[in-house]
């Protein structure tokens, strides 16, 4: 027998030796590729059994994250508080001759933006209504404190930085004593006020804003006379958002 195996050509084992080779690594991969696969099998039911419907159970210890991102832009449905003052000092806008009256404003500030984030740059960004409270405390002529309230649009642009600059513009109502009866005869009277500022966010959620602007108060020629208090202001606040 062993003189049979003799005779049979070098190249007849050749070939035999190169194709048992690969069939037995073949067979040796395909062990360890099953044993793999119940070894990979136990693990998801581990897993899952470990996980629950729910996921996996809280370690109690992960932070809570604000959903406001100033960098991105306001969402639907965020308010803001907010309060701002600075100075006012009038300025001829519709007569020839204005009257001589500072006035100090508090503006008290409610806001909620009403849409999503949208637009192309640079005009991206999200529109916000704003009920303002205010305090008109006139230091010149006379020192006199008056109030009333505005109803503001605000449109809150998008720069993917902490700088959020913004435009807004309203309508209001006032009843101050503003001691002007050559320019202005009645004491409750109508406002239009707005104007361009910034905000920067000093966290997610906390604010300061500058701001310049108009401030027109007459009484819509109710009663003459009727020229007017047009001011300009400049501003300083701060924003909680949330």
């Keep these: 027998m062993i003189n049979?195996?003799?005779?049979?050509?070098?190249?007849v084992w050749l070939a035999v030796l190169a194709i048992a080779t690969p069939a037995v690594a073949w067979a040796e991969t395909s062990e360890q590729a099953v044993a793999l696969g119940r070894e990979t099998e136990l693990i998801a039911i581990r897993t899952?059994?470990?996980?629950?419907?729910?996921?996996?159970?809280?370690?109690g210890t992960e932070k809570s994250t604000s959903t406001i991102r100033p960098e991105v832009g306001f969402q639907s449905g965020t308010w803001h508080l907010g309060v701002k003052t600075g100075g006012a000092d009038t300025v001829k806008?519709?007569?020839?001759?204005?009257?001589?009256?500072?006035?100090?404003?508090?503006?008290?500030?409610?806001?909620?933006?009403?849409?999503?984030?949208?637009?192309?740059f640079p005009v991206r960004g999200s529109?916000?209504?704003?009920?303002?409270?205010?305090?008109?405390?006139?230091?010149?002529?006379?020192?006199?404190?008056?109030?009333?309230?505005?109803?503001?649009?605000?449109?809150?642009?998008?720069?993917?930085?902490r700088w959020?600059?913004?435009f807004e513009v309203g309508v209001g109502i006032l009843d101050a004593?503003?001691?002007?009866?050559?320019?202005?005869?009645?004491?409750?009277?109508?406002?239009i006020l707005g104007g361009p500022g910034i905000n920067y966010f000093l966290t997610d959620n906390?604010?300061?804003?500058?701001?310049?602007?108009?401030h027109h108060i007459s009484n819509a020629g109710r009663k003459s006379p009727n020229v007017g208090v047009n001011s300009v202001m400049g501003l300083l606040g701060i924003s909680y958002y949330f």
């Design 177 to 191: 004593d503003l001691n002007a009866p050559r320019d202005l005869a009645t004491r409750f009277n109508f406002t």
């Design 93 to 120: 806008i519709f007569a020839n001759r204005h009257p001589d009256i500072q006035f100090v404003p508090v503006f008290f500030q409610i806001g909620y933006t009403v849409t999503d984030v949208h637009g192309p």
């Design 206 to 214: 906390l604010a300061i804003l500058g701001q310049v602007g108009l």
């Design 4 to 11: 049979g195996f003799r005779r049979i050509p070098v190249y």
């Design 164 to 166: 959020v600059p913004f």
């Design 48 to 59: 899952l059994a470990f996980a629950g419907p729910d996921g996996p159970p809280s370690s």
């Design 127 to 161: 529109l916000e209504v704003i009920f303002e409270p205010t305090l008109l405390v006139t230091t010149n002529p006379e020192t006199e404190v008056g109030g009333g309230a505005s109803l503001l649009f605000r449109y809150n642009f998008v720069t993917g930085t």
